[in-house]
């Protein structure tokens, strides 16, 4: 029912994308105080005013809830017919920047995710991450993964401008999944699918330990140690200048940051497996005078 609604609700932007006048002195442009006005007065607007107000402003909006966290402004996103057109807007977009991308995705995060709401609201945040996400989604479902894990992967993925946080979500996500979905080469292709660059994400999993005393079940505890193999193999398969400025990065911030916390394990004693990380590891130590944790 609700993939129904939804996909109605991306067809009704044909209708809406018909011109609209908005006056000169009404606009967020030339009239600063406009905007206000007009987001204060949304519910006296129909459904075509307010797709082609968000339209113009979607980016405006966005900074108002992120920069100034009105609260009042972030309350529209709880209200469906709102939602339902800001969707419209975003799906009918060519292209969203970065920044809009997390933002959509961190209200819906924090919505869905943290918040026991209204099943057919989280219905809708979803398809609003799903939307903005949709140059990922397909990717992740061809390497095998079924579309709701690829969007909350998606989602946990651009959930947050720190690199760290989105990280660890991915992982957590992983991990509550199926051991015999996660296997280490589909754990690989997650991250391949997912990162760009290497650093962060090998230095967050370095980091990224658990309690034995915590309630991770078995077969969580062995997919934590699957990630450890994966990242050593995406790691191990690049260029020896590239391995060299990942552990340079990763023994810097340690050293700065990090010293004394416990890492997953030490990589002065990996296996064979791993002999070009083995070498790398040490010609920091012998050459350079680094030590990699």
């Known amino acids: 029912m609700y993939d129904k609604y939804i996909n109605d609700i991306l067809n009704e932007k044909d209708k809406m994308d018909e011109h609209v006048d908005l006056k000169l002195y009404d ?69 969203i920047s970065y920044t809009n991308r997390v933002q959509c995705n961190k209200i819906a995060y924090d919505y869905y995710i943290l918040e026991d709401g209204d099943e057919y609201q989280k219905q809708l945040l979803l398809s609003l991450s799903k939307t903005v996400n949709r140059d990922v989604i397909p990717s992740l479902i061809g390497i095998g993964l079924k579309e709701d894990l690829a969007s909350y992967l998606a989602l946990a993925r651009f959930s947050s401008q720190n690199e760290s946080t989105n990280v660890r979500r991915i992982n957590f996500i992983i991990i509550s999944s199926s051991i015999k979905l996660m296997t280490e080469q589909m754990i690989v292709w997650i991250y391949e699918k997912l990162f760009d660059h290497v650093t962060e994400l090998f230095q967050t999993i370095m980091l990224d330990t658990y309690d034995e005393n915590s309630c991770y079940s078995e077969e969580m505890q062995e997919i934590h ?21 990942i552990l340079l990065s990763y023994a810097t911030s340690y050293t700065t940051l990090h010293t004394g916390e416990k890492t997953r394990f030490s990589m002065q004693s990996l296996s064979n497996d791993y002999k070009r990380i083995r ?4 010609y920091l130590d012998k050459e350079e005078k680094v030590y990699v944790p």
Do not use: C, H
Not at 279 to 282: F, R, S, T
């Open 27 to 95: 606009s967020p442009l030339y009239n600063p105080g406009a905007l206000y006005n007009k987001l204060d007065n949304l519910d006296k607007l129909s459904d075509k005013e307010i797709y082609v107000f968000l339209k113009t402003y979607y980016n405006e909006l966005l900074s108002l809830v992120f920069e100034k966290k009105n609260q009042k402004y972030i309350s529209y996103f709880k209200d469906s017919r709102f939602l339902s057109i800001f969707i419209q807007v975003i799906n009918s977009l060519r292209e």
């Open 225 to 245: 140690s699957i990630i450890s193999l994966a990242i050593l193999d995406i790691l191990n398969s690049m260029p020896t200048n590239d391995i060299r400025s």
């Open 279 to 282: 070498e790398v590891v040490e």
